[in-house]
């Protein structure tokens, strides 16, 4: 069925490090992608997202890119902060079902 | 505008006994959701509302939970008998209608903790 992947953590990286969370799908068509973020004591926030393919979504210095053709949504950071440390979830949408399905989430620590 | 709010935060309860979870959804938001999250898993679907009527309820776990949505604004998850499993942390979320239906604003979450 509809599924998403994305890499296992906790993902520990030092100030100023480069970041990398693998996100797939499995999906026909072209679903709706989302980066969601769960900061410590706070609820789910929209991060970013991308609705066709070759979409890149961006904020607070966070991409992502809509690649069809290895199904991906890798969310990439080029320099994190202390104040990035969060669980990270990638989801894509279902049209079939008007709900999102979530990935299982990958905890960053990031140190100073 | 308000978000989404959920309360309680946190309910702590033994096997049992009946819990009820709330959620108020950004005004005028036709759609509400409810997910839930377990030991640390993915965030699941339990159930959508479309106004007051359950659009899918394909996700929830079995008929000791029961959501409501009265008169299209305020929802209540009710949880009774509560069971171990059912330990985690509940979220609701809502969305308008339309193109932005598949924006969802998620509420801080309700953990619940079965003893």
């Known amino acids: 069925g509809d599924s998403v992947t994305q890499m296992e953590g906790p993902v520990t990286l030092s100030e100023e490090a480069f970041l990398t969370i693998n996100c797939t799908y499995t999906?026909?068509?072209?679903?709706?992608l989302f980066w969601y973020v769960q900061y410590p004591g706070e609820g789910l926030q929209l991060l970013l997202k991308?609705?066709?393919?070759?979409d890149k979504g961006s904020n607070k210095g966070f991409e992502a890119t809509y690649r069809k053709e290895t199904t991906s949504f890798h969310l990439e950071k080029g320099s994190v902060q202390v104040s990035d440390s969060a669980v990270y979830f990638c989801?894509?949408?279902?049209?079939?079902?008007?709900?999102?399905?979530f990935g299982s989430g990958t905890r960053l620590l990031v140190r100073p | 505008e308000a978000g989404v709010t959920q309360f309680p935060s946190h309910s702590v309860i033994e096997k049992g006994q009946t819990v009820t979870l709330r959620c108020d959804p950004i005004?005028?938001?036709?759609?509400l959701y409810w997910y839930r999250r377990v030991m640390g898993k993915e965030i699941k679907f339990l159930l959508h509302?479309?106004?007051?009527?359950?659009?899918?309820e394909s996700g929830m776990p079995n008929n000791r939970f029961l959501a409501e949505r009265t008169g299209g604004t305020y929802s209540t998850l009710k949880v009774q008998p509560a069971e171990l499993e059912d330990s985690g942390v509940y979220f609701c979320?809502?969305?308008?209608?339309?193109?932005?239906?598949?924006?969802?604003?998620f509420g801080a979450g309700s953990r619940l903790t079965v003893l």
């Open positions: 979320a809502s969305s308008p209608g339309g193109t932005g239906a598949n924006v969802l604003t």
């Open positions: 999906a026909t068509g072209y679903p709706s």
């Open positions: 991308a609705t066709k393919a070759d």
């Open positions: 989801a894509r949408w279902m049209d079939s079902s008007y709900k999102l399905i």
């Open positions: 005004s005028g938001h036709d759609n």
């Open positions: 509302f479309v106004k007051e009527s359950k659009q899918d």
